[in-house]
């Protein structure tokens, strides 16, 4: 079969040099429907990816798609600022009534911006306020934005590099299993804090992701989550829980902290929160901890109200009829984990380990450049899968939660193949 070659001349010329998941995947997408990609030439691309996250619900989700253009062709509010809207109202609502209310959390809701970063941003200008202090505790491995407040909670050196200037008032701690259980949980948290000589400032919170996605999917225990909120509580510290890829059902229930039993002070949303691609952020607090002026943190975009729509639909859609689609990501998860343990198994001198929660999962290699060879194998085998991890050794299986067990055992066969033929 002759494959054609995308005509790539266009992004190369005017496009900056910044670009990257085009470079893994050269060719020219046009159109997409749940776990599928098709380019311009009418190939087929199984989807692993799920726009980073993005889109939890698969491309164009139908139900979606349709509250989209009802409230496009009606000519609804599209911009709006923080204006009170009609699409907003809704979106509020159905929240409270299927988030929010049944798992009896305590939120205000802050619209900061259309983009993760901006809900990050927003949690720690937020904690600072509050408690009158300027340093934040992060961990090993994570990754929180782009912007400057979260590069300096992020621990990436490549991504923090990037920033060009000094990034202060982030002190990153050992995540959970740093050590490979050779060291008790928080010893050396613990110790700097309580030693009045260990030159760390008494911080305002302290973030954290359950599960690390660009850190190489690194799932953190519910006991380890568990003592990380008795820690703050003790030492007057708010825990901020960066949900932006996790959230949203990625592992199993709508917020992935909920299994460890814990009620962060303040917790980011973003992604797959609008349901349909669209963007749109939420930064979740205490109602105490509202001590805003009015103004006094904003955007142009934080009102996104077509996102508005979509989201409440997806609320309406997944969410309204109890733990079904919890049941379901966790039943597929199931499914990717048995696997993976059979690619470890049959390529054990090859795999370090896999991991992973729900509908999120990696598979990591001895052989760091590994992972971006088997990336590749499976794009031409019509597979997207991205790597992750300090040095991207590891393969990340992200795809929609609405994926068919038959789509997902495709894509997973997919992958077994790129293992074996980048050995």
Known sequence: MTVTQPDLTVFESLESEVRSYCRAWPTVFDRAQGSHLYDEEGRDHLDFFAGAGSLNYGHNNPVLKRALLDYL????V???????????????????RLVLQPRHL?????????????????????????????????????????????????????????????????????????FDGTV???????????????????????????????GGINVARPEWLRALAELCERQDMLLIVDDI???????????????????????????SISGYGLPMSLCL????????????????????????????????????????????????????????????AENRPHVKEYRGRGLVWGLEFHDKERAGRVARRAFDHGLLIETSGPESEVVKLLPALTITPDELDEGLRVLDRAVRETA
């Open 184 to 214: 008790p949980d928080f010893l050396w948290f613990e110790r700097l804090l309580e030693d009045q000589g260990s030159g760390l400032d008494k911080p305002a919170a302290v973030i954290v992701e359950t599960v690390q996605g660009e």
């Open 78 to 96: 599209t911009h709006g600022l923080d204006m009170s809207t009609t699409a907003k109202r809704s979106f509020l609502e159905t929240f409270h």
């Open 285 to 344: 607090f205490k109602g105490e901890l509202d001590v805003w002026e009015p103004g006094e943190h904003n955007g142009t975009f934080r009102g996104n109200n077509p996102a508005f729509v979509t989201a409440t639909a997806a609320l309406e859609a997944y969410w309204s009829e109890g733990d079904a689609l919890e049941k379901q990501t966790l039943a597929r998860g199931l499914q990717v984990d048995q696997a993976l343990a059979q690619i470890t």
């Open 73 to 76: 062709e009606r000519d609804g």
């Open 106 to 178: 305590p939120y205000k809701v802050m619209f900061p911006g259309p983009t993760g970063t901006n809900a990050v941003e927003s949690a720690l200008k937020l904690a600072r306020k509050v408690k009158g202090r300027e340093s934040v505790v992060s961990f090993t491995n994570a990754f929180h934005g782009m912007s400057l407040g979260s590069l300096a909670v992020t621990g990436n050196a490549f991504k923090r590099a990037g920033a060009g200037i000094p990034l202060v008032h982030g002190t990153p701690m050992p995540f959970d299993n740093y």
């Open 245 to 271: 890829q996790m959230g949203c059902g990625r592992t199993g229930a709508f917020f992935s902290f909920e299994e460890a039993g814990i009620t962060p002070d303040i917790v980011t949303v973003s992604k």
